[in-house]
C-alpha cells in the first residue's frame, strides 16, 4: 500500500558571500544511468547526490557538474546550470536535467530582457572560456560560479549578467502581482 512521507526541516539559506563572492566548483563523473533515475525525473532517490556531496567537501568546493558520456554538462549536484559566451547563455538542454522551476523563470526573464538563449551542449572543458557562470536552484536562486577546478571563470567575481537577472528574478518572484510574488 502507498504510504506518505513528509519532512519537515528547517530552511536553510545560502550564505551573503556566495551572491557577493561567487563559489566555486567542480567537474565530476558521468551521471551512471543504469544506477540513477534519468535527470529529467525528480526523485527520492539521492544516493548518487550523498556520494557527490561528499566528494565536494573533499575537494573543497560548493557545487559539482555531471557529465554525460560526451562530456557534456548536464546539471549540477543541486542546481541547473548558465555560462555567459559572447552575450549568449548557454545552458544544457531540457532533455539532460532536472527542468527546474528556477531554470524556467531564468530562461523567461533572460527572454524578456532581450538576452539570447542556446539550448545546447555545454562542453565540460569550456567552462574555463565563460565570461559567466552561474547555477539555479529553487533555494540559492541565482549564484555566480567565480571557479570551476583550477580555472577562473571570467573576471573572477559575479559578472553583471547574474547580477541583472538574479535583480529581476528577485522583483519578479517578491512585488505583488508578478509571477511568483506575494499577493
Known sequence: ?????????????YPASHYTDGISATVLWARPAQV??????????YQHSVVARLELARRGVQEGFYVDAAGHVTEGTVSNVFAVRCGV???????????G??????LAIA???????????LPAHALA??????????????????????????????????????????QRTTEPGQAGGQG
Open 101 to 106: 522551476i528556477t531554470r524556467a523563470e531564468v
Open 129 to 170: 572560456q565563460a565570461e559567466e557562470l552561474f547555477i539555479t536552484s529553487s533555494l540559492a536562486e541565482l549564484v555566480p560560479v567565480v571557479r570551476v577546478d583550477q580555472s577562473r571563470i571570467g573576471s573572477g567575481g559575479p559578472g553583471p549578467v547574474c547580477q541583472r537577472l538574479h535583480a529581476l528574478y528577485r
Open 1 to 13: 500500500t502507498p504510504s506518505v512521507l513528509i519532512a519537515a526541516l528547517p530552511l536553510r539559506t
Open 36 to 45: 540513477h533515475p534519468p535527470p529529467t525525473l525528480k526523485s527520492t532517490s
Open 89 to 99: 547563455l548557454p545552458t544544457p538542454p531540457q532533455d539532460v536535467c532536472l527542468p
Open 111 to 121: 527572454r524578456e530582457a532581450g538576452l539570447s538563449l542556446a539550448e545546447e551542449p
